[in-house]
């Protein structure tokens, strides 16, 4: 079965990198759903949180490290760690039901981005949960436009901490 | 401190590698570097074409233990390095490439011979570098020494632009390595140890399979040693010929898709593997769910990723082979030598009942089986023996005794026809003073052949032995095995002159066509010693390998003749109170 594993993957920072970690899991066969990556804390290192589907995660996990420019692999419990991701929406908005749609975005912490005659903007930021939720209210009123950024992960610090905290994040 | 260029810094890097020999071709982009090598106490042989250095090196590499070195050029020099960079990757061959690239300021315009080295080799090697700064020439060559050798070996390329090269620098010595990423392991765990031997005291039907990891780290005694000890039968892998030595009463040979019936069984019965140094391939385990089906596996290799990547390894130890031979060994301390007399029985009962054979009749053509073992004889045993890829790889496997490490070489992962002649020449250029002997197909040496030029260019007197059986033979064997002998593309139908060829090259030509021109010719051979010599044997065609286990198929059932399959009961356990 195919399921869903979150790596955060510390890398050196140099050209080339991204592109050994994608043949990687590409040549052993294995789904990347996202890859999002970014400078980390110590310069020269940047960190890639890989979003990848795979059977079991032990050989994704070797394989990369195989990788000489892989320093450190852990993996993400989604319930021991902080997930973000951020969704660009474009949503039809005539004026007629602009307060409905508008109403929905503001439960949601969605923020206006860009207001047209026609549709409005917004920026979403939440775990991929809190994301799909929000697409699947406002998708009756037409999504004209989506983009998102593909999920970047933290490890809590305190373990078992309340669901309730990400709920709200 | 003196400028100098690249090149030169590149050159010198290579002999404070203590680089020897190197194996190239030169073109535009490696200009450079060819000319300060003109000077090097460095030796280079030019090959016919960059796929034969690179297996050169590979050859070399094998034969000597050290890092095998090649040299070419951008863009088809370099792409023609691909299929040896993939051999020594999947079998772990030590290799470091030098690939001459465009001037920095062609790199991505589809300039003339450019083609994108560092991202076509990615897969194929262990790591690879493109060096923009001549600053940095000296640090990547000693970094791709340090990973091609440490660890699980393998090979590494560094793409170098000619501007980098021609570029002037001060920086001629290399910084201390720091590779934050790289950490190979070769300590293994002192409780998986304690853990393994007591699997091994109380098992009643161990086997000790054994692979190429041992060769490369040089653990063949250990093996021995603890063979001996816990009086354990072993296996080996065909990368593991020489892991230990055929002839002592414990070996059973090689295992799998063409092993001794006695090796397979022994594995498929066995209650514990003792895996060391082996990666489970499929030319092995055959179904892997059916593979050793009442085994507890303890499984060592140097590569984390090799453990579990197959088959579940009930004792997982990472460490490189001969210290983690040692830990056993010590661990194992001054223990009773345990009673086997019965497993040991039922394995000589298969072996007694089930031998390799063929037929040769004195009239009748040569069985290129007969070739090996008379090549044997005639050598005492006494040579680095290659081979290619195919039947007659199998044959040399099963029908050579192979009593030390480092003296069979072959292409055992990727399966690489035309490997034999470039890797023979190799082999010899390293290990000058040995007897190089070729096994190849005509199929295969058709491939390569062009590096006879080579081996008589440069004076390396290899020897090859062309089973000629007008055929690709083992996809014939397929052919009529599982497609109704249906023949589609696999009769070479040419009728080539092999002794006029290579003497067309400068090598001397010889042939034998019954029986009994075999051993005079193999004498004929090995009495001349200036040039390569080739050797050509008109072999019986219809010649298949057996023992076979048909791919993807259980190892319960081996073939033993075309139309004999001895089959085991898969939960069936030899019954070990039998009598000899």
């Given at each position: ?9 510390l ?35 940047a960190?890639m949180?890989?979003?990848v ?9 070797k394989q ?18 902080l ?10 908005a005539?004026?007629s ?10 439960i ?9 005659p026609a ?11 809190k ?28 373990k ?5 905290l990400?709920?709200?994040? | ?32 570097a ?21 297996h050169m090196?590979?050859?070399?590499a094998w034969?000597t233990?050290?890092?095998g070195?090649c040299?070419?050029?951008s863009?088809p020099?370099a ?16 290799l ?5 690239q465009?001037a ?5 315009n ?32 000693h970094?791709?020494?340090?990973i ?21 620098t ?34 009643t ?5 054994v ?8 653990a063949?005694?250990e093996v ?61 385990t ?52 345990p ?49 290619g ?5 199998m ?41 190089v002997y ?16 080579t ?41 080539v002159?092999?002794?006029q060829?290579?003497e067309?090259m400068?090598?001397?030509?010889l ?15 090995l009495?001349?010693d ?7 044997f ?7 390998v ?35």
């Amino acid at each position: 079965m195919q399921i869903q594993h979150t790596l955060s993957v510390l890398v050196e920072d140099r050209p080339g990198v991204l592109a050994r970690v994608s043949l990687l899991l590409a040549r052993r066969g294995f789904n990347i759903h996202s890859l999002a990556v970014g400078p980390a804390r110590d310069d020269g290192t940047a960190l890639m949180t890989i979003v990848v589907e795979a059977p079991e995660l032990e050989q994704v996990k070797k394989q990369l490290h195989k990788l000489i420019n892989v320093v450190k692999i852990a993996e993400l419990d989604p319930e021991q760690s902080l997930e973000r991701e951020i969704m660009i929406v474009r949503v039809s908005a005539p004026s007629s039901r602009r307060g409905e749609v508008l109403e929905v975005a503001a439960i949601f912490k969605a923020i206006a981005v860009d207001v047209g005659p026609a549709t409005i903007a917004f920026q979403v930021t939440g775990d991929s949960t809190k994301l799909r939720d929000f697409l699947n209210l406002v998708r009756p009123y037409g999504i004209t436009d989506l983009v998102t950024s593909g999920r970047i992960a933290m490890a809590r610090e305190v373990k078992n901490n309340s669901a309730s905290l990400r709920a709200i994040g | 401190m003196t400028k100098r260029t690249g090149a030169e810094v590149l050159i010198t890097s290579l002999e404070s590698e203590g680089v020897d020999i190197v194996f190239g071709v030169p073109g535009g982009a490696i200009l450079p570097a060819y000319d300060p090598l003109y000077d090097s106490p460095i030796r280079h042989i030019l090959a016919r074409h960059e796929q034969g250095a690179g297996h050169m090196a590979e050859g070399y590499a094998w034969a000597t233990g050290k890092v095998g070195v090649c040299i070419a050029t951008s863009g088809p020099g370099a792409t023609n390095l691909v299929t040896p960079l993939a051999d020594a990757l999947i079998d772990s061959v030590p290799l470091v490439a030098i690939t001459g690239q465009v001037a920095t300021r062609s790199v991505g315009n589809d300039a003339f011979q450019e083609a994108y080295t560092v991202g076509i080799t990615m897969s194929a090697t262990k790591h690879n570098y493109f060096v923009t700064n001549p600053d940095d020439i000296a640090d990547a060559v000693h970094e791709a020494f340090h990973i091609a050798a440490t660890g699980r070996p393998g090979p590494v390329l560094i793409d170098i632009p000619k501007d980098v090269l021609a570029g002037l620098t001060t920086n001629h010595t290399p910084q201390e390595i720091h590779l934050p990423g790289y950490k190979p392991k070769s300590e293994g765990h002192y409780r998986k140890a304690k853990e393994a031997v007591s699997l091994i005291a109380s098992a009643t039907r161990p086997v000790l399979y054994v692979g190429g990891g041992i060769i490369k780290a040089g653990a063949h005694e250990e093996v021995r040693r603890l063979a001996e000890a816990a009086n354990l039968p072993v296996v080996t892998t065909l990368m593991g010929r020489g892991a230990f030595p055929d002839h002592h009463p414990l070996a059973l040979g090689m295992s799998g898709m063409h092993g001794t019936y006695t090796a397979t069984t022994a594995i498929q019965k066995a209650d514990l593997l003792i895996a060391i140094g082996v990666r489970f391939d499929d030319r092995v385990t055959g179904d892997p769910a059916s593979f050793a089906p009442h085994a507890k596996v303890i499984h060592a290799d140097i590569d984390p990723a090799e453990i579990g990547k197959v088959r579940k390894a009930d004792v997982p130890i990472v460490g490189d082979a001969r210290r983690v031979l040692g830990q056993l060994l010590d661990e194992w301390g001054d223990r009773e030598v345990p009673d086997r007399t019965s497993w040991l029985t039922v394995l000589d009962g298969w072996r007694r009942e089930y031998p390799l054979h063929y037929d040769q009749q004195p009239d009748g053509p040569i069985k290129p089986q007969y070739v090996i073992e008379e090549l044997y004889r005639l050598t005492g045993g006494d040579a680095i023996l290659v081979s290619g890829v195919g039947q007659h790889q199998m044959w040399a496997s099963q029908f050579w005794k192979f009593d030390e490490p480092r003296r069979w070489i072959n292409s055992g992962g990727l399966g690489t026809m035309g490997f034999a002649v470039p890797a023979a020449v190799g082999a010899k250029a390293g290990m000058p003073d040995e007897l190089v002997y070729a096994i190849d197909g005509d199929g295969c040496f058709q491939m390569t052949l062009q590096e006879l030029i080579t081996a008589a260019t440069e004076q390396i007197p290899v020897k090859i032995a062309i089973m000629n059986n007008g055929a690709h033979g083992m996809v014939k064997q397929w052919q009529e095995l599982f497609y109704s002998g249906r023949f589609s593309a696999t009769l070479l139908g040419d009728k080539v002159d092999y002794v006029q060829l290579v003497e067309g090259m400068g090598c001397v030509g010889l042939r034998a066509q019954t029986p009994e021109e075999v051993a005079p010719v193999i004498e004929k051979s090995l009495a001349i010693d200036d040039r390569p010599v080739v050797v050509e044997f008109v072999v019986d065609p219809d010649e298949m390998v057996f023992p076979m286990v048909r791919a993807g198929g259980t190892n319960d059932e081996v073939m033993i003749g075309p139309d004999t399959i001895v089959k085991q009961d898969p939960n069936g356990i030899p019954r070990l109170d039998m009598q000899p």
